[in-house]
């Protein structure tokens, strides 16, 4: 349930967004979404974790690509918004508008989901060619960029080829988006494999702010991102993860995909909650503050 009483102007899966006129305000809910349906039970503090960590990223990378944050702090929102304080402090971002790309651009180093699933059948990744004898989870050559498009609730993002993304966006455009995805991928691998994490592929999203090319949404959560721990990294099975698959695995266990998810068990929910906030505090190297 949301924690404010004022109907957003925009709903994803997870986040409510409010159009401010010249900005939005962004706000991280703990709803979770599996297999395109947002299930009926909440995650205790995911929107925060969710929100936190991409400041994080934004900070980290900010001299790398620039993005759309305006202020996280409470004493910069609206007035309208102020009564709600509480609830938003540390879920929301109050960010500039930027006309935003069209596809998502995902960034894949290490084999896993539907990019496993096509490999296995036919030997590539969204058409990529890559060398034979990989396994589940095997770390790729190089990252590879995965693009698809945008999906509206329900429906499924679908992956597409490098070339049909140049269509759309224009050989340039797609071009910048493909080398400032993996450049932004890179380095966020780098800094957390220090920290014990593995980025097994990610999500991004780039909109455009006075003619630059610039970072916005969530970065690198475990929302958009598959975070396996390093420590127990084993090639040729699924790996653990700090991510919603602990979810997905519990679904694919107890439900036949007929009808409307089941609920979530306490004992799920808390577990998830404790994989978010544990993948937060991993990466940043900070307390998680709740």
Not at 99 to 110: L, T
Not at 172 to 195: F, G, M, P, W
Not at 239 to 254: E, G, P
């Amino acid at each position: 349930m949301s924690g404010i009483d004022i109907k957003p102007d925009a709903q994803g899966k997870v986040r409510d967004i409010y159009d401010l006129g010249d900005k939005l305000l962004m706000v991280a809910t703990d709803r979770i979404s599996a297999f395109d349906y947002i299930l009926e039970d909440e995650i205790p503090h995911k929107g925060a974790v969710l929100t936190q960590i991409s400041l994080f990223w934004l900070e980290q990378l900010k001299d790398v690509i620039g993005n759309h944050l305006i202020s996280a702090d409470v004493a910069d929102l609206p007035e309208q918004f102020k009564p709600y304080a509480d609830y938003l402090r540390g879920r929301f971002m109050l960010v500039k508008k930027a006309e935003m790309f069209p596809v998502e651009c995902i960034v894949r180093g290490y084999l896993a989901g539907s990019g496993l699933k096509e490999y296995q059948k036919q030997g590539t990744v969204c058409g990529i060619q890559l060398p034979e004898g990989l396994v589940n989870s095997s770390k790729l050559p190089e990252p590879i960029f995965t693009p698809s498009t945008k999906a509206e609730i329900g429906d499924h993002d679908e992956n597409i080829s490098f070339e049909r993304c140049a269509e759309i966006l224009g050989e340039d455009a797609a071009t910048q988006l493909r080398d400032l995805a993996i450049k932004v991928y890179s380095v966020a691998r780098d800094h957390a494999a220090e920290n014990g994490i593995i980025i097994a592929d990610t999500k991004f999203e780039f909109g455009v702010i006075d003619g630059q090319i610039i970072l916005a949404d969530e970065v690198l959560t475990p929302d958009s991102s598959r975070f396996w721990p390093g420590d127990a990294y084993e090639p040729g099975r699924d790996q653990a993860s700090f991510d919603k698959q602990y979810v997905r695995d519990w679904l694919n266990a107890n439900w036949d995909r007929q009808g409307n998810p089941p609920h979530l068990p306490q004992e799920v929910i808390e577990r998830t909650s404790q994989k978010y906030i544990a993948a937060y505090e991993k990466i940043s190297g900070k307390k998680f503050e709740f």
